[in-house]
């Protein structure tokens, strides 16, 4: 059953919008494949410790960050949405199985679209409320996703997929 | 693409099993009507004043319930996992399209199989610690429930449907 997509508000949420050069279907399999997405999922130095994915409506999404000092943030949540090479659409306010987490802060939507040979790249933060968009913004979402992003496209581009 | 199932443990969530001699696809306009979800799915005296619903992940899913007295309690939401006839699944911690929400409570989860004429009921309500579900059983949880479910075998007998 299609889900009702997720929206932007610019008063709650965030966007990084990018047009890469490469296909579709290696974002998607960097987005979805947990050793692929391990080497690009941070901005380096820090490295992902770990990561699980079950890709369907309440399956777990969840990556563990490490710093280079060795301190760890686990980032527990789960798919919401699925569409192959289209869309992904997952929450840290719901654990597997749709069971309401104790540290709710955002939803996040990935949108993916042929560009000619490459991708027009969209995702969203979506938040509930305009001073938790704000304290994302703060805490460097369009320097981090930004970085990601490129990390991403150099990881695809290595020919590793 | 098929969810993974909610399910139910006994340390943090609350369920509602009954046989009820009413057939499933009864139930389930029951559940998804919103004029005739608004006749039974809060415990008399008090009425829906509101209801509206749109049926699929992301979707919204709010009740406007109504005391004697005129006091009225929102509860807004989203739909999760939708199996025409066999399971409802939706949330207050997810607002429609999936923008988190000011007041995560929630997930509820219907599950419903034919039992020879009949229908095995079964209701969760998922929270995301046992403080959460103790609190939830102490605002009546299984009188509460339990009442509406009666109510709506009433109502789907007295041929509205």
């Not at 901005?43 to 410790?49: Q, V």
Request: net charge negative; charged share 25%.
């Amino acid at each position: 059953m299609t889900a009702l997509l997720a929206t932007f508000d610019p008063r709650y949420d965030l966007k990084l919008e990018r047009e890469i050069d490469v296909p579709v279907d290696l974002v998607w399999r960097a987005w979805t494949t947990p050793a692929h997405l391990r080497q690009w999922f941070v901005p380096k130095p820090w490295t992902i410790a770990d990561c699980e994915i079950d890709l369907r409506p309440g399956g777990i999404f969840r990556t563990v960050m490490r710093s280079p000092e060795g301190e760890e943030h686990d980032n527990s949540g789960c798919f919401l949405d699925v569409v192959h090479h289209e869309r992904l659409v997952f929450t840290d306010t719901l654990l597997p199985g749709f069971r309401p987490s104790a540290k709710p802060f955002f939803t996040g939507a990935l949108l993916l679209a042929p560009l000619g040979s490459g991708t027009r790249y969209t995702a969203f933060a979506i938040h509930g409320d305009a001073e938790t968009r704000d304290s994302h913004e703060k805490m460097g979402f369009h320097d981090g996703w930004g970085t990601v992003a490129t990390q991403m496209v150099d990881y695809i581009k290595s020919g590793a997929l």
